[in-house]
């Protein structure tokens, strides 16, 4: 049976830039892009997910902001060389690590967004994050066989 436990995480990259091209007067509604990709590898007894999420558009004139954030967590994990329990891995990783990971996102892109003081405070919505990733292909692994190492 594989598990993974959460360690810890850091903010590597958090931008904020207003869109010169939002006209507030003129837009009638407020149109924000969601972009997220996770890339997930292993070093020795962790793993490392880099949740990364590019929000809003410049040439999209009813977007008033874009945010570009990076979020790196770490993960214990523990396998087996079962290929059952191989596959439980990647899907714990692919699934929960990243379900785990969307709530940070979507409090620092508040939080940005309230800091800004021109704006209401934008709250990304509710989602199945993980079905959008997997939808565009947008969750990637790298030497995931080194798992090996830990068993």
Known sequence: MANIKFADYFVDKMIYQENPNYDLESSKS???SLSPTVDIAFDDD???????????DFDNDDCPFVIDIELKAFFEFDVTDDPKDVQQLHDLLSQNAVAILYPYIRSLVSDLTLRSNKFP???????NVVKLM??????????????????
Do not use: C, M, R, W
């Open 134 to 151: 997997e939808q565009n292909d947008a969750i990637t692994f790298h030497d995931f066989n080194k798992k090996d190492s830990n068993s």
């Open 121 to 127: 405070a934008y709250v990304l919505p509710t989602i």
């Open 46 to 56: 962790l793993v490392l997910v880099i949740f990364s999420v590019e929000i809003g």
């Open 30 to 32: 407020l149109e924000v």
